[in-house]
């Protein structure tokens, strides 16, 4: 019975015990920026005075709102996000007294690719993309909806391949989906003439075109190898760990490389953020200095862009640099 | 068979009563009983042979998640690429008495902290190997566009040794066990890419040991505008993977590579040559005794009082259903009940602490704990307390000191098993948040209870959700120890029921 009481006591005192943490930054957030950010935690460990971050992949949205909700030790000092921060989200920061300075670090590209055996080579427009995963697609103007009809690539374009379509792509709960409708369905909707809310509610057919593949991207290589109709979504980084197996699509006539994603030529990337929490700067240790290694580190090319992340250009070099000076 | 059945079976078949059409019945029941006994036996086979192959296929891949590869490397600790004077400086900062060239030294604030910046950070520690390759093998990196293009071929060479070495290497020198301007003989451990590579050389040179040009590593930028690294060997093609930075590896002495085991001693890294099992066998301990001092004496006291004091009645049949649904609620649940009540509401700013696991699993373990506790007490003859209750023990006396100790063995074996269970169980942990990025062990005695930890299970979902596919071997690597954990666990339990309920 003791040993219950001791352990139960021990919990009771867990609450205060939180205070062990003052001296280790403890970072949330986006499943995209997880790998930059353990890099760069790690080297930070390693190579200063300070204890190496602890972070936890919680999503860009998940990780808001654990740093949104408070001030205080019981709260993480550092979330990622692979998206800018939402209005909503800002509301809620600031009703809990949160302040933050936000960090653009790079981007990362959204990549269409194929098996490099078997599949076909591919050059599609937003639109034709778009048109292959909606559910239910705008005529011309975006008056009027009709189901989608569509069962072949070439049934949408003469050029794309006589091939059935079918995509693996990101679910719903991911980033990486919020990036792909934002930047491919939303633009191309928009492209037409669709106003916000039409383009909004768009929704991505459920008919088996569009696979829903988890956020384990290996199994979605597998698929892609085994089948060469398939098409899979994700990240650039993972094309570059398996460029052996798979060949990216052109989105626009543009080929998905580290220069054309870093120079925007590319036209589905997306940007990936870090926010720090300025009230937690000078209480607990090295916060300012882990975004510092963190702004360092993503200029430069190096072990963070054999990662995936490709740094932006020099406009966001300088703003990244301001907002690190506004720390100290 | 009995004299009856004989009977039986002889009246059958004398009888007149054994028709043609009764005899088919009795083929189609034999027949129906030899397809009903094949096809068991093919279940059991399938089975054996999906665990023979998940085994073999985990086992294979994780062999070289436990070893790692090292090369021994001569490298000049170059006095201009490192500042002695920067060195000494830092050196006295964190007390150690600093070389002979302290003394001229009259450190500034903020010469002090540029100091520490370079002598902290590997860069120099890796130009140190990036002259040390130009200076031995320079004449092999030839045809370069440029003298840029030259230096980064040989940095990327210099990339394969781990970043590990690059930080011995500055510790050694801080510490004084090295001295700028000596050469040092180092045992390097070979990054993950290069350990790849070397594997596949040395199976090969095994196979053709007279040809030592066999492969033939090129660095090329394929149709995607991708950076590939293409190897070839006898003229054939024999593999393109994407871009590694190793234009040359063989320069590095791929022949006196030493491989050795390496995967207890380190907790996670973002390099796969680095990461090991540690810090999460550490949270599982620790997950385990929370589990233990929790559920053992509050399962067991609740089995006894359930079987042995508690009125029949419809309150205890009510709890006594609730117990055993209990035992079959899936385990996310508890982790969702951990993260509400415990996270969010009762002690916030645990997320991720083992205490905050360990209770979690410790409810799911409870319903384990009471219905094993109950069925050990259960089988426990009764005469044990009627001879104790005759002798004039009170009912207290009787269960505790008589019924108790002999359902003993099978209690631990039914704690133990609930312990293998909760080990493996990975849901409830990545609710309460116990799959963080943990780079250091904890270190013994500091609170390790109550600071950021994480599990086997979840560090092996780390890995395996990991791009970099290097990290196949050592999700495989966890695999084993976890299995390995969790089948001495079961071992255990069977060992302490069938010898100690014996001796009883």
Redesign the interface.
């Known amino acids: ?1 003791r ?2 009481a ?2 139960l006591a ?6 205060a ?2 205070a ?2 003052a001296d ?1 930054v ?1 970072i949330v957030g986006s499943s995209t920026v ?2 930059v950010a ?2 760069v ?3 930070f ?4 005075d300070f ?2 971050p ?4 919680t999503g860009s949205g998940g990780g808001m709102k654990l740093f949104c909700a408070g001030v ?4 993480p000092d550092v979330t990622n996000a692979s998206r800018r921060q939402k209005s909503s989200e800002a509301e809620t920061c600031a009703a809990n007294g949160v302040e933050f300075t936000e960090f653009m670090i790079g981007y990362d590209g959204i990549v269409l690719a194929n098996s490099k055996n078997d599949g076909p080579a591919l050059d599609m427009t937003k639109m034709q993309i778009a048109m292959g995963v909606l559910a239910e697609i705008p005529n011309a103007d975006c008056t009027e909806f009709t189901a989608n009809p569509y069962r072949n690539w070439s049934d949408i374009n003469a050029s794309l391949p006589n091939r059935p379509i079918l995509v693996l792509g990101p679910p719903t709960s991911s980033g990486t989906r919020d990036a792909f409708e934002e930047l491919v369905i939303h633009s191309a909707l928009k492209g037409i003439g669709c106003d916000k809310a039409t383009y909004k509610a768009a929704e991505i057919r459920e008919d088996g075109a569009y696979v829903e593949s988890g ?4 199994l979605i290589v597998d698929q892609l190898v085994k089948d060469g109709d398939a098409i899979g979504a994700f990240g650039f ?8 197996r798979l ?2 699509a052109s989105v626009g006539g543009v ?6 994603i870093a120079s925007g030529e590319y036209p589905v990337s997306r940007s990936l953020w870090f926010y720090v929490k300025n009230n937690h700067v000078g209480i607990v240790p090295g916060i300012a200095e882990y975004a510092e290694e963190f702004v360092v580190q993503a200029a430069q090319d190096g072990p963070l862009t ?3 992340l490709i740094p932006g250009g020099d406009d966001d070099q300088d703003a990244m640099e301001a907002a690190l000076d506004s720390l100290f | 068979m009995t004299e009856t059945d004989a009977m039986i079976t002889s009246h059958l078949h004398t009888s007149p009563h054994l028709t043609e059409a009764a005899a088919r019945r009795r083929a189609a029941r034999q027949r129906g009983e030899l397809i009903f006994r094949s096809l068991g036996l093919a279940a059991l086979g399938l089975a054996a042979l999906f665990l023979v192959a998940l085994m073999y296929s985990v086992f294979k891949k994780s062999y070289n998640g436990f070893v790692q590869s090292f090369i021994t490397l001569e490298i000049p600790l170059d006095a201009e690429i490192l500042d002695p004077e920067d060195l000494a400086q830092y050196q006295a900062s964190v007390g150690i008495t600093p070389n002979l060239w302290a003394a001229e030294i009259t450190p500034t604030a903020r010469g002090a902290k540029s100091a520490s910046r370079k002598v902290q950070r590997t860069a120099a520690y890796k130009k140190m190997v990036e002259a040390m390759i130009d200076q031995n093998h320079g004449e092999a990196f030839t045809g370069y566009d440029g003298d840029r293009a030259r230096n980064k071929a040989i940095s990327q060479t210099a990339g394969m040794i781990s970043t590990e070495t690059l930080l011995t290497i500055r510790d050694r020198l801080v510490s004084g066990e090295y001295r700028l301007g000596e050469t040092v003989t180092v045992r390097a451990l070979a990054a993950g890419d290069a350990d790849v590579l070397f594997k596949d050389m040395k199976r090969q040179t095994r196979k053709n040991l007279d040809s030592e040009n066999w492969i033939l590593l090129k660095e090329s930028i394929d149709a995607n505008g991708l950076s590939v690294l293409t190897s070839w060997r006898d003229g054939r093609l024999v593999s393109i993977r994407p871009y590694l930075g190793v234009p040359r590896l063989d320069l590095l002495g791929w022949t006196i590579l030493e491989r050795q085991p390496g995967f207890f001693g380190s907790a996670s890294s973002t390099k796969p040559e680095r990461a090991g099992i540690a810090a999460a066998a550490q949270g599982t301990f620790l997950m385990l005794m929370v589990v233990v001092v929790l559920s053992v004496p509050v399962g067991v006291l609740a089995a006894v009082y359930l079987e042995k004091f508690a009125p029949r009645n419809q309150f205890t049949d009510f709890m006594e259903i609730n117990i055993n649904n209990l035992a079959a609620v899936p385990s996310i649940i508890f982790g969702i009940l951990g993260a509400a009540v415990i996270i969010q509401w009762l002690f916030p700013g645990s997320r991720g602490f083992p205490i905050v696991g360990g209770t979690v699993l410790s409810f799911m373990t409870l319903p384990t704990v009471i219905i094993a506790a109950r069925a050990a007490i259960g089988a426990v003859p009764p005469s044990y307390e009627q001879a104790a209750l005759g002798m004039g023990a009170s009912r207290q006396q009787a269960v505790f000191q008589h019924v108790l100790p002999a359902a003993l063995p099978g209690i631990a074996s039914g704690v133990i098993i609930g312990l293998a269970q909760a080990a493996g169980e990975t849901a409830p942990l990545l609710m309460v948040g116990m799959n963080a990025f943990i780079k250091d062990v904890c270190e013994v005695g500091t609170g390790c209870l109550m600071a950021r930890g994480v599990g086997m299970p979840s560090q092996i979902y780390q890995w395996a959700a990991d791009d970099d596919p290097l990290f196949q071997n050592k999700t495989a690597a966890g695999i084993v120890c976890l299995l390995a954990l969790v089948i001495s666990m079961n071992a255990l339990a069977t060992f302490i029921r069938t010898r100690f309920e014996r001796s009883n």
Do not use: C, W
Request: glycine residues 10%.
């Open positions: 019975m040993f219950v001791l352990t021990g919990l009771v005192t867990a609450g015990a939180a062990d943490r280790t403890s997880y790998p353990t890099a935690a790690e080297a460990g390693e190579t200063t204890n190496t602890v972070i936890e992949s205080g030790l019981d709260h956020e384990n991207d290996t980084s993972f094309l570059q760990n398996n460029a052996d060949k990216g080929a998905p490389t580290f220069d054309a054999e990662i995936g």
